[in-house]
């Protein structure tokens, strides 16, 4: 059974800085592409970040350039480094776990951490 669990979310002022954690368990970790999602309330679950298992990156344009996503499989463990937060940044984030197939196929997903900005 694959867990993702979500840490590091929280309260941060306009142009702070977080840093999100994903531990996964129960796969076989690196052979997977792994994902950021957020979701604003009303609003549409959002790609923010994907890794690939040989560690291409790409994101969405609203954060490009502000988040940075790594991966360290000895650890099981994906990151969002997440500077210069913006009051809409605010949104519950959600760690994803899939297949790199061109695009990105999620497959599992985490319980999601809260991120508030806040002035």
């Known amino acids: 059974q694959v867990q993702l669990v979500e840490s590091g979310g929280g309260l941060v002022q306009p142009g702070g800085s977080l840093r999100l954690s994903c531990r996964a368990s129960g796969s076989t970790f690196s052979i997977y592409a792994m994902a950021w999602y957020r979701q604003a309330p009303g609003q549409q679950r959002e790609l923010v970040a994907t890794?690939?298992?040989?560690?291409?990156?790409n994101y969405g344009d609203s954060v490009k350039g502000r988040f940075t996503i790594s991966r360290d499989n000895a650890e099981n463990t994906t990151y969002l480094q997440m500077n210069n937060l913006r009051p809409e940044d605010t949104a519950v984030y959600y760690c994803s776990q899939g297949l790199w197939l061109g695009l990105y196929n999620p497959t599992y997903w985490g319980q999601g951490t809260q991120v508030t900005g806040s002035s």
């Open positions: 890794i690939t298992p040989r560690k291409n990156t």
